[in-house]
């Protein structure tokens, strides 16, 4: 099952700089059916999220030491992750940390799989071969 459409950023690898010959990809899309949509530029709504997070890692990184071990890149990696998720409080999520949110989430289980599971806000119903 293809999807009906392709939502991506303006990167020459996604189309033609000028639009007058097909790249590879557009090709292929085109050919399985699929519609190609493009973000506008510098408007990340939709494209942006992960740009945004990896602005946040890069000025997190350039805050500290440059690290130089492996084992220094490691800590430096799960120091970010713990502040990312667990101490920094996130707009979207009205000033909640992402660990927060999650937490309020019930979480599936294999016992909870009697015909349908509650995840996300949304329910999601199991077949009774996969019971």
Same mark, same amino acid.
């Given at each position: 099952?293809?999807?009906? %459409? !392709? ?8 189309? @033609?700089? #000028?639009? +007058? ?10 050919? &399985?059916? !699929?519609?190609? &949509?493009? @973000? ?8 942006? #999220? ?17 690290? *130089? *071990?492996?084992?220094? &890149?490691? #800590?430096?990696?799960?120091?970010? /992750? ?5 101490? /920094? ?19 599936? %289980? ?6 349908? !599971?509650?995840?996300? #806000?949304?329910?999601? +119903?199991?077949?009774?071969?996969? %019971?």
């Amino acid at each position: 099952m293809e999807p009906e %459409t !392709v939502n991506q950023r303006q990167g020459r690898h996604f189309r @033609s700089r #000028k639009g +007058n010959k097909a790249v590879f990809f557009q090709e292929r899309l085109t050919a &399985l059916g !699929v519609e190609q &949509l493009h @973000s506008r530029l510098s408007h990340p709504k939709n494209c942006g #999220k992960p740009v945004r997070d990896h602005r946040s890692i890069k000025d997190y990184y350039a805050d500290h030491w440059p690290a *130089t *071990t492996i084992d220094e &890149l490691q #800590k430096l990696c799960d120091t970010f /992750r713990c502040s990312y998720n667990l101490q /920094r409080p996130h707009l979207p999520l009205n000033q909640e940390t992402p660990g927060a949110a999650y937490a309020l989430y019930k979480k599936a %289980t294999p016992d909870d799989t009697a015909g349908s !599971v509650n995840y996300r #806000k949304r329910k999601i +119903n199991i077949g009774q071969a996969h %019971t």
